[in-house]
């Protein structure tokens, strides 16, 4: 099957209060540069679009030249919302791409045999996530200021990205949720809409987002040790 990776780096960052963050340097190269570099390495993607903002299409053209990019590549301008910026991405693929990743921008940190276990899993199941099994004791509370009810942490897993799928599952679960016109935090939640069941595939090594600014330490610390 054909292969894409469409990396999402429309966002503004609000958490962090930067609206930049992915251009932050770390390890010799902006943030986004690591997560480009990740999956132009990649045996198993072959073209990668990059959803960005219209202002920064030179920066990511210098950027190609800095992280010596190999594969073909595209820059799309991102939409409203991250749902919007991913199905402005998935029009700009290849029309023989069969299996496409979807990669926060600002997670530098995702391993060459993750990338490809997400393949694997979407080629066979339709759709898979890559996740970690969440070790913290969790709670529910209903007001915020109070616990409501305990959750059991062992049928819990924290989603990160790649976000694999077949590029027929992931249109037609984006369809459904501009059909409906509802804003969802990841793709694999528009995959609920169509009943498509997503395959987990468990993160063996640190795979972190830059969020706040205290995350900057922990991903150049694991960018440096690689």
């Known amino acids: 099957m054909n292969t894409a990776a469409i990396i999402v780096a429309a966002g503004k960052g609000t958490r962090m209060g930067n609206p930049d963050k992915l251009f932050t340097e770390v390890a010799g190269h902006p943030v986004v540069g690591h997560t480009w570099a990740r999956f132009d390495a990649c045996e198993a993607v072959a073209e990668i679009v990059l959803v960005v903002r219209q202002e920064q ?5 210098k950027l190609a030249s800095q992280i ?13 919302e991250r749902q919007d910026s991913v199905w402005n991405g998935l029009a700009a693929l290849s029309p023989d791409v069969e299996l496409v990743a979807i990669q926060d921008g600002a997670r530098p940190c995702a391993s060459d045999n993750l990338i490809k276990a997400t393949f694997s899993a979407a080629r066979e199941h ?8 969440v070790t913290d004791t ?12 305990h959750l059991d942490r062992s049928r819990l897993w924290a989603v990160q990205t ?3 799928f077949r590029v027929d599952v992931i249109r037609r679960a984006l369809a459904a949720v ?9 793709d694999t939640a528009a995959c609920e809409l169509i009943g498509q069941s997503v395959k987990l595939v468990e993160s063996a090594e640190p795979n972190p987002k830059l969020t706040f600014a205290e995350d900057i330490l922990v991903i150049e610390r694991l960018l440096r040790r690689e």
């Open 178 to 186: 501009r059909e409906k016109k509802i804003v969802v935090t990841d």
């Open 68 to 80: 010596k990019a190999r594969k073909p590549f595209k820059l799309v301008v991102g939409g409203k």
């Open 126 to 133: 339709g759709a898979a996530v890559a996740a970690q099994r």
């Open 57 to 61: 299409e030179t920066f990511f053209r």
């Open 162 to 164: 790649p976000q694999t």
């Open 138 to 149: 969790v709670k529910e509370s209903a007001d915020g200021e109070r616990i409501t009810r």
